[in-house]
C-alpha cells in the first residue's frame, strides 16, 4: 500500500511518522509546496520541534518515509491520499474573522482530482467545517473523476510538544465514511492501518458529519475548561481564594476531572481558537445565534485573561513601562514545541512594546527572526534566562518550559533592577519562595 499525505506540517509530519513506524510494510510519502520545509524534513534539522519525532524520522525516513515536493508524482502514485494542510481562519472577504479558509483543502481536491486516473481513498485529516467532504466530492464531480474517490474524515487529536506519544496511544482515533458498501470499506482499510497498534475499541467510525463536526467540539470543549478555570482566576484574585487550590479541589470530581484546569495568561495555539471561531461562524450559518454567542464567549475570556494580566503587569510596575526592561522567558504558546501560533507572548510584547517598553525575550526553541518579526525588530533576543533577566525591572514567565522551574532566581534577583518583580504567566513558581528572595511576586488567580 501507498500513502500520500499532502502537507508537512505539525500534524503531517509527526502522523506519517508515526504509519511509517508502526507499519514498515506501508510506503508513505509526506509532500509539500514548500520546498524550503521539505528540504529541512529530509536534514538533520527538522523543521519542527517534538520530543521524540526525530528519533522516528531518522529510523524510517529513506525506507518506507519519505519527504518531497514533488507533490504531484506521490499523489497520482497513491492508494490513500491524507489532506493534512492548513486551514486557518479567514482573513478577507465574506466570514473575514471566523470561517475557516478552505482555499488549501480545495486546492488539494482539484490537484487530486487533476492528476489521478484510478481509485483512490481521499482523507480528511485537517480540520474543516462540518461538511466540507460535500465541497471535496464536487470538486472531484466538476472534474467528472467523482466515481473514482471515496471521501473519509479521520481527524487528527494530537496536542503539540506531546505528539509522538498521543499518536503512539491515542485515546481514540476517529473515522468518519459513507454507509455505502464502498464507503464501508475504505473506513476498513483506514481501521487496519491504525488497528496495527491501536486497540480496535479505541477506534471509532461515524458518518463524515458527526467525524467533522466532532472535532470542532473537542476543541471547543477543551478550550472552555481553560477560559472557565481562567474566568474563576479573576475571582479567585478578587476573593484570596487561590486557583490552583480550587483546580485541585473540583478535579477531584471524578466527573469534572483533573486534566485541563491549569489556568494560565490564556491559551494559544493554532487552533483553539480558528477552530472555535469556525463552531460560532457554522452556527450563525444555520441560525443559531444564541448558540453561536455561547461558544464566542470561550474567546472573549480568553482575550479578556490576556489583557487582564497585561493591566496588572503595567499597574504593578507604577503605570508606566517606558524606558523600563522586561524579561520574557518563553514565546512558544506551550512547552516543548517551537510553536508560536497564537502564542500569548505575541500579544503581551506587542502591548508592552506600545508602553515604550524594552523586551528581552528568551526561548529554548523558537528561532530569533520569528520572535522579532512577531514583535519588533527592537526586540532583543537572548541565548539564556539569566542575559534576558540581568537588568531588567520585570520578568515575566509566558511558557511553562521545565527549566524555568529549576533557575536559579536567587542569582537572576541579584542581577535585577529592585525593586524586581516577577509575574508567573504559568503559575509553575512557588510564590511564596520568590517572595522570601525579594521579589514582588504574581501569578494567576493568586490573591
Ligand atoms: P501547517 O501550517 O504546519 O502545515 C500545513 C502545510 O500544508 C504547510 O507546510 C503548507 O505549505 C502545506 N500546503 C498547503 N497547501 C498545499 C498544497 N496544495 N499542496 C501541498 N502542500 C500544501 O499546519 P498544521 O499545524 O500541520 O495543521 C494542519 C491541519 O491540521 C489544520 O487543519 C489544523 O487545524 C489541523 N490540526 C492541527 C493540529 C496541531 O496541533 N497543529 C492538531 C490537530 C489538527
Ligand atoms: C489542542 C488539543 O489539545 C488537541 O487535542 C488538538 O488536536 C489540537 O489542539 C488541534 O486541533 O490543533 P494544542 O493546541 O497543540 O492541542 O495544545 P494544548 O495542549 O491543547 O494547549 C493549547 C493551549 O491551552 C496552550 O496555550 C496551553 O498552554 C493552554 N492550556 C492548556 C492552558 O492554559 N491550561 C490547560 O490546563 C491546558
Given at each position: ?17 508515526m ?9 508513505v510519502a ?14 538533520p534539522s ?41 486551514t ?21 481536491a482539484?490537484m ?7 481509485p483512490?481513498i ?39 510538544g ?11 482515533v ?17 481501521v ?14 461515524t ?9 470542532l467540539v ?19 484574585e ?29 491559551f ?17 450559518h ?9 461558544w464566542?464567549?470561550v ?51 506587542r ?7 524594552d ?10 527572526e ?6 519588533s ?9 539569566a ?5 531588567a ?16 532566581y ?10 524586581a ?20 511576586a ?6
Amino acid at each position: 500500500m501507498k500513502i500520500c499525505c499532502i502537507g508537512a506540517g505539525y500534524v503531517g509530519g509527526p502522523t506519517m511518522a508515526m504509519i511509517a513506524n508502526k507499519c514498515h510494510d506501508i510506503e508513505v510519502a509526506v509532500v509539500d509546496l514548500n520546498e524550503e520545509r521539505i528540504a529541512a524534513w529530509n536534514s538533520p534539522s527538522l523543521p519542527i520541534y517534538e520530543p521524540g519525532l526525530q528519533e522516528i524520522v531518522e529510523e524510517r525516513r529513506g525506507k518506507n518515509l519519505f519527504f518531497s515536493s514533488e507533490v504531484k508524482k506521490y499523489i497520482k502514485d497513491a492508494d490513500v491520499i491524507f489532506i493534512s494542510v492548513g486551514t486557518p481562519t479567514k482573513s478577507y472577504g465574506i466570514g473575514a474573522g471566523q470561517a475557516a479558509e478552505l482555499g488549501y483543502v480545495e486546492g488539494c481536491a482539484r490537484m487530486i482530482a487533476e492528476v489521478c486516473e484510478g481509485p483512490k481513498i481521499v482523507i480528511e485529516k485537517s480540520t474543516v467545517p462540518v461538511r466540507t467532504a460535500e465541497v471535496i466530492k464536487s470538486v472531484f464531480t466538476g472534474y467528472d473523476k467523482g466515481h473514482l474517490f471515496e471521501i473519509l474524515s479521520n481527524p487528527e487529536f494530537l496536542a503539540e510538544g506531546t505528539a509522538i506519544t498521543d499518536l503512539d496511544n491515542p485515546d481514540r482515533v476517529l473515522i468518519g465514511g459513507d454507509s455505502t458498501e464502498t464507503g464501508k470499506k475504505a473506513v476498513q482499510t483506514v481501521v487496519d492501518i491504525y488497528n496495527r497498534w491501536v486497540p480496535r475499541e479505541n477506534i471509532i467510525t461515524t458518518n463524515v458529519w458527526s467525524s467533522e463536526l466532532s472535532k470542532l467540539v473537542a476543541n471547543a470543549f477543551l478550550a472552555q475548561r481553560v477560559s472557565s478555570i481562567n474566568a474563576i482566576s479573576a475571582v479567585c484574585e478578587a476573593s484570596g481564594a487561590d486557583v490552583d487550590e480550587v483546580a485541585n479541589a473540583i478535579g477531584k470530581d471524578s466527573r469534572i476531572g483533573p486534566k485541563f484546569l491549569k489556568s494560565s495568561v490564556g491559551f494559544g495555539g493554532s487552533c483553539f481558537q480558528k477552530d472555535i471561531l469556525n463552531l460560532v461562524y457554522l452556527c450563525e450559518h444555520f441560525g443559531l445565534a444564541d448558540v453561536a454567542e455561547y461558544w464566542h464567549q470561550v474567546i472573549k475570556i480568553n482575550e479578556y485573561q490576556r489583557k487582564r494580566f497585561t493591566r496588572k503587569i503595567i499597574h504593578s510596575l507604577y503605570n508606566t513601562l517606558k524606558g523600563k526592561r522586561i524579561a520574557v522567558l518563553g514565546f512558544a504558546f506551550k512547552k516543548d514545541t517551537n510553536d508560536t501560533r497564537e502564542s500569548a507572548a505575541i500579544y503581551i510584547c506587542r502591548d508592552f512594546i506600545e508602553e515604550g517598553a524594552d523586551i528581552a525575550v528568551y526561548d529554548p526553541q523558537v528561532d530569533a527572526e520569528e520572535i522579532k518579526g512577531l514583535t519588533s525588530e527592537k526586540v532583543e533576543v537572548c541565548g539564556s534566562a539569566a542575559e534576558a533577566v540581568a537588568g531588567a525591572h520585570a520578568v515575566l514567565v509566558l511558557t511553562e518550559w521545565d527549566e524555568f522551574k529549576t533557575l536559579d532566581y536567587t542569582a537572576l534577583y541579584e542581577s535585577m533592577v529592585k525593586p524586581a518583580h516577577i509575574f508567573d504567566g504559568r503559575n509553575i513558581l512557588d510564590l511564596a519562595e520568590l517572595e522570601k528572595i525579594g521579589f514582588n511576586a504574581f501569578g494567576i488567580g493568586k490573591a
